[in-house]
Structures are given as structure tokens and as C-alpha cells.
């Protein structure tokens, strides 16, 4: 079973910024991939940024070249460096790890609880 923890949500004014950590426990499991995904009030939940076992980023638009992802493979824990914050950057923010059982190779999924993070002045 994969467990996530997500951590550095917080208050912050516009134009500065946050990190984010993520760190997976448990046993079992090689971790696929792990990211961060994001949740407005009254919106759908979206990608942020994904960085898989071999480096491989995805970036949503909307967050290119202001925020950055990267892991610490033998910690299992993603870090989300956000810069130049904006308002609309204003969301709960989702962990998640796609990874395989080292027993059987089932396909497992897991999600952090979320941390919020809101840009304001």
C-alpha cells in the first residue's frame, strides 16, 4: 500500500513563492511516476506537473516555466517549487504516485490529502 503525506502549503502574496513535498511510505511497491494535481473551488481537479521513474516531465500550461518538479528517488518524494505565484494559482493541491506492487505487478494509485496553498495580497 502506498501512503503520501504532502507538506509547504501556506499563505503567500503574489509574485512569490512555495515548495511543496510530497514523500511516499510503505513497502511493496516501485514507484511509476508521482505529481502533483490541483483543485479550485467550483473547478474540476487538473494536472499540474508529473515526473516519471525516467525523468520524463509534464507541465500543464498554465504553470510553465513558473513552476518545477523534481524527485528524490531514494526518499520516494516529489518536491513542487512554485514561483511567481498568482491569484489564480489559488487551489488545493493533490499528490499522487502511480506505482506496481512488487508482488503480482498490480497496478496501485494513491493520493495525499491535500495541501492548500492561496496567493493573496
Known amino acids: 500500500q502506498v501512503r503520501l503525506a504532502e507538506s509547504g502549503g501556506g499563505l503567500v502574496q503574489p509574485g512569490g513563492s512555495l515548495r511543496l513535498s510530497c514523500a511516499a511510505s510503505g513497502s511493496g511497491f516501485n514507484i511509476n511516476a508521482m505529481g502533483w494535481y490541483r483543485q479550485a473551488p467550483g473547478k474540476q481537479r487538473e494536472l499540474v506537473a508529473v515526473?516519471?521513474?525516467?525523468?520524463?516531465?509534464t507541465y500543464a500550461d498554465s504553470v510553465k516555466g513558473r513552476f518545477t518538479i523534481s524527485t528524490d528517488n531514494a526518499k520516494n518524494t516529489v518536491y513542487l517549487q512554485m514561483n511567481s505565484l498568482k491569484s489564480e494559482d489559488t487551489a488545493f493541491y493533490y499528490c499522487?504516485?502511480?506505482?506496481?506492487?512488487?508482488?503480482?505487478?498490480?497496478?496501485?494509485?494513491?493520493w495525499g490529502p491535500g495541501t492548500l496553498v492561496t496567493v493573496s495580497s
Open positions: 499522487n504516485a502511480d506505482a506496481t506492487s512488487t508482488s503480482w505487478s498490480r497496478h496501485l494509485e494513491a
Open positions: 515526473i516519471t521513474r525516467g525523468d520524463v516531465l
